[in-house]
């Protein structure tokens, strides 16, 4: 049976015909049950009554009571995929797998140096009726701000940033965001969570219009200034230590700011970068440095935005990664110095 499936649903083709799906949520994105759309002269019709699939959970989201066709599709708990097939009956969460017979992940958080307080492998801070983990992410818009996805809360903000849940939370509460009594957070998706980074700040403190679609465009209003005289591989060393980006942090020559990397930094894996410490390198086909830019993390869809600074004088901005490749191709590819290096860099 072939399927399509999207965030919603998923249309199945069973022998020649194609039938719709939908599925019906609670809170969490837990799905409860598939229904089968019923089509009567092309219109969808009395889908409620065609239930394909009918699922209830432990609180930890371990299935029981499934009802008819409990193995049709697996997407269940979070709306994840529930994996029989190994024989651990575990959940994909993309970076872990989650073991729902013991309400935790089967390997460490990635990120648990930073969560003492919290076991490496505890899910939701061991509080699955309240929170969910749709894999913390939000989306970044072009001044380095965060815009909330369906299913982001506190907890996943904390996660993108890679800070404590307690100063995420802070951050919303000062920007008006509250917990009422029930413990639920009124944020929206598209609601905006301003930011305060070396980042944020570079992108406030430019006196320049002059981004990289002005500049393609030839739209710049009020043009380059001296405000913004330093480059990509001087912004990306500055911030990713934490250091003011301004006049003064550019680099003249690619070799110095592959020589910093290799003197200063790590080479990890793209699936380890963190938000705002990572420098991402560009170069061509003869691996001669092209750009450098800043990892500012994942939507959740997988999509990769970074920090960019696209000339001495244009505006720094955050954009898609893959966006940035096709506007500049002459940047190249994202690798590494050597061959065995992924291109992504973290400070020692």
Known sequence: MLRVYNFEGYSANINGSWAFNYYRKDHLGNIREVW?????????TNIAANTDQRTQYYPSGLPWAEGQNPSDQQRKFNGKEFDEMSGYDTYDYGARGYYPALGCFQSVDPMCEKYY???PYAYCLNNPVRYNDPDGRWIPDAEGNLIAEKGDDAQTLANFQGVENSEALNQMNEQGFTVDDKGILNLEVGDKVTLDNVYTESMQNSTSDLTLDAAISGTS???ATPEDNYNCWGSA????????????????QGNTFDKDLKSDYTSITSENAE???TVVRFSNDNNEVQHG???YGKSQDGTTYVYTKNGWQLKPEVMKLSNLQIKIPSYGKVQGIEKNESGYYNPK
Do not use: L
């Open 221 to 223: 209003k009020t043009g």
């Open 36 to 44: 089968r759309a019923a089509y009567v002269r092309g219109v969808a």
């Open 237 to 252: 060393i500055a911030g990713t230590q934490g250091k003011e980006i301004k006049v003064g942090v550019g680099i003249d």
């Open 117 to 119: 307080n919290i076991s």
């Open 275 to 277: 938000f705002g410490k």
């Open 293 to 295: 830019a800043v990892f």
